[in-house]
């Protein structure tokens, strides 16, 4: 399959999985193709390729909320998703997108594959509008996810550095999700094309009890042995007094037996997490 494989924002997080799952795998990020370039994305080379995997995405939620992410975000994450599936469709390509718990309000728990969009945020808004125009490529995969984790910026790395740096962190403890590693994405995709399953869309995230971001934290410094504080507030209170803030769900927890249905058994949390502050302690 590896060599029909296309992957777009390839050095992202998930494109980075990505590549390590589908080492022959053409891929391309930003400076090679940008896909908010119509021009470039109609014209592309696409001969050979059965599946694009859209890992590219603006996923600065409070840099959305300026006046040029605002531009950048719609371009990315709405109008660059209308020319891919443009492309999948005239092309008889499979397209596979991801999206976010953004794309919801989070007063619905949990969310199920059905719930009627309701962003918040200008990110959530410019993830929902592609959701809706992804749409244009009959052979499409949909997967809905939230709190990602793998190579690149992300919370459980800005955690584990401040707990190195013996820094008492105060936490968010109002938002309650699951993580989702990139190992666990890149499985839920494979498992979606190798299995053949329905196009349409599909939750994903890794499976275990919900958490908040502050219990996420305190397992975060048990699994790394660290004896570190973790202070609890609200997302207002800790938001207070700053600017271009994107209001936050407050539940991102995802049903995932849509997915479950088709064979795939989501991993616990717990046991992902303990393979990842393996590998980042070792690093
Ligand atoms: N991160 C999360 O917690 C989270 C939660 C829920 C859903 N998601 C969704 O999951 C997907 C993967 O997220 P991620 O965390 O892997 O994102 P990421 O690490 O921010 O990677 C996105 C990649 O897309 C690239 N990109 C940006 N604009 C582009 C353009 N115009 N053309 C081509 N490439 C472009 C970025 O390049 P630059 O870095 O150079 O901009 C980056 O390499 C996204 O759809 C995201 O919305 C993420």
Known sequence: MDSKVFIVGAKGQLGTALRQKYPNAKSADIDELDITKKESVLGYDWSDVKYILNAAAYTNVDGAETAEGRVAAWQVNAVAVGYLAQVARDRDITLVHISTDYAFDGTKVPH???????PLSVYGASKAAGD???????KHYLLMTSWVIGEGKNFVRTMLELGQKDVDPT??????GRPTFTTELVRA?????TA????????????????????LTREIFKTAELERKVTEVTTVEYYKGKANIAPRPLNSTFDLAKIEATGFRPKDWREDL??????ELSR
């Open 196 to 215: 053949k399953a329905e196009f349409g869309t599909y939750n994903i995230s890794n499976g275990g009890e919900p958490v908040s971001w502050a219990d």
């Open 112 to 118: 199920k594959e059905d719930e009627p969009l309701s």
């Open 171 to 176: 936490v968010v403890a109002d938002q309650i």
């Open 274 to 279: 303990k393979e990842y502050i393996k590998k």
């Open 132 to 138: 809706i125009v992804l749409a244009q490529a009959p």
């Open 189 to 193: 995709i494979d498992h979606l094309l």
